[in-house]
């Protein structure tokens, strides 16, 4: 979701001015003309972090450190999941293995991993860096949670028909919509909004947020999922664009303008401005 700072041309987003037109949106060269660099420039200049470098930035907030932990766990069943859905296609599925994927998703990645997204990152983010919760970054990954529940129980509805051809269809399709949603999301979290947010909170002297370890259902809702990744082997996901920042994000041009123009101030873009001028 990081937006490319106001440049020529695609400001280094292939496609960028194309989706924006797409959604009625302005062209990057015509919405803001007055700085001439991209969005990876104006973050290199101001020495904050750049997208794809969660890794290296996130130490000293134990919540994001986590969050960002639970990714690689949370992406490792996704891709359990595509060859597991893949798998029922040819009669092989279980229903028994459907459900501990449902479990897994449900308890781990949802009540564990994202109600401490919503109910503790993004409230400090609003709360002590004043960023916008109505809008931008935090809205779209608030929306984007309560779609992936949507799509979890319409694959409820389906997990005990995995074993019948057209249910195993059925399941498939929606198992690919589901894993391809939870990638970008994860996407744009580790490349920008995680990244942000920790530079955010040192820079208001936030050093820790409160953080829980996950009760008995969600630890065995989390074993379950790593059984399942032995049992079938991740899947790389194919057949959509996957990468950091903004231009990768569904969300970016509509509703999501990108992290610079939804969240900094005028004294940002000033101070990046007295900063590249001087290089």
């Given at each position: 979701m990081l937006a490319p700072g106001p440049?020529?041309?695609?400001?280094?987003?292939?496609?960028?001015?194309?989706?924006?037109?797409?959604?009625?949106?302005?062209?990057?060269?015509?919405?803001?003309?007055?700085?001439?660099?991209?969005?990876?420039?104006l973050r290199e200049a101001l020495g904050g972090p750049r997208p794809g470098a969660a890794s290296d930035t996130l130490r000293g907030v134990r919540l994001i450190d986590d969050l960002e932990a639970e990714h690689a766990t949370i992406e490792r069943v996704v891709g359990s999941l595509v060859t597991f859905a893949a798998r029922c296609l040819?009669?092989?599925?279980?229903?028994?293995?459907?459900?501990?994927?449902?479990?897994?998703?449900?308890?781990?990645?949802?009540?564990?991993?994202?109600?401490?997204?919503?109910?503790?990152?993004?409230?400090?983010?609003?709360?002590?860096?004043?960023?916008?919760?109505?809008?931008?970054?935090?809205?779209?990954?608030?929306?984007?949670?309560?779609?992936?529940?949507?799509?979890?129980?319409?694959?409820?509805a389906l997990a005990d028909r995995v074993d019948a051809?057209?249910?195993?269809?059925?399941?498939?399709?929606?198992?690919?919509?589901?894993?391809?949603?939870?990638?970008?999301?994860?996407?744009?979290?580790?490349?920008?909004?995680?990244?942000?947010?920790?530079?955010?909170f040192r820079g208001a002297v936030v050093l820790e947020l409160p953080g829980r370890e996950p009760d008995a259902e969600e630890t065995a809702a989390r074993d379950e999922g790593e059984r399942l990744v032995r049992a079938h082997p991740p899947t790389d996901v194919?057949?959509?664009?996957?990468?950091?920042?903004?231009c990768a994000c569904p969300a970016y041009g509509n509703p999501c303008e990108g992290i610079e123009r939804e969240w900094w101030s005028e004294l940002e873009w000033e101070d990046a401005r007295e900063r590249l001028g001087s290089q």
């Amino acid at each position: 979701m990081l937006a490319p700072g106001p440049t020529e041309g695609d400001g280094g987003c292939p496609g960028a001015n194309e989706r924006l037109s797409r959604s009625g949106t302005t062209p990057l060269a015509a919405a803001s003309p007055r700085l001439d660099a991209r969005s990876e420039d104006l973050r290199e200049a101001l020495g904050g972090p750049r997208p794809g470098a969660a890794s290296d930035t996130l130490r000293g907030v134990r919540l994001i450190d986590d969050l960002e932990a639970e990714h690689a766990t949370i992406e490792r069943v996704v891709g359990s999941l595509v060859t597991f859905a893949a798998r029922c296609l040819s009669g092989a599925g279980l229903a028994a293995d459907a459900a501990g994927y449902l479990r897994f998703f449900r308890l781990y990645a949802g009540r564990y991993h994202h109600a401490r997204e919503d109910g503790v990152l993004f409230p400090a983010l609003v709360r002590e860096t004043g960023a916008p919760g109505d809008r931008g970054p935090i809205a779209v990954l608030q929306a984007d949670h309560r779609a992936m529940e949507r799509l979890l129980e319409e694959l409820a509805a389906l997990a005990d028909r995995v074993d019948a051809a057209e249910g195993a269809v059925a399941f498939q399709a929606l198992a690919m919509r589901y894993a391809t949603a939870l990638l970008h999301h994860i996407d744009a979290e580790n490349s920008v909004l995680l990244p942000e947010a920790a530079a955010r909170f040192r820079g208001a002297v936030v050093l820790e947020l409160p953080g829980r370890e996950p009760d008995a259902e969600e630890t065995a809702a989390r074993d379950e999922g790593e059984r399942l990744v032995r049992a079938h082997p991740p899947t790389d996901v194919t057949g959509f664009d996957r990468g950091d920042g903004c231009c990768a994000c569904p969300a970016y041009g509509n509703p999501c303008e990108g992290i610079e123009r939804e969240w900094w101030s005028e004294l940002e873009w000033e101070d990046a401005r007295e900063r590249l001028g001087s290089q």
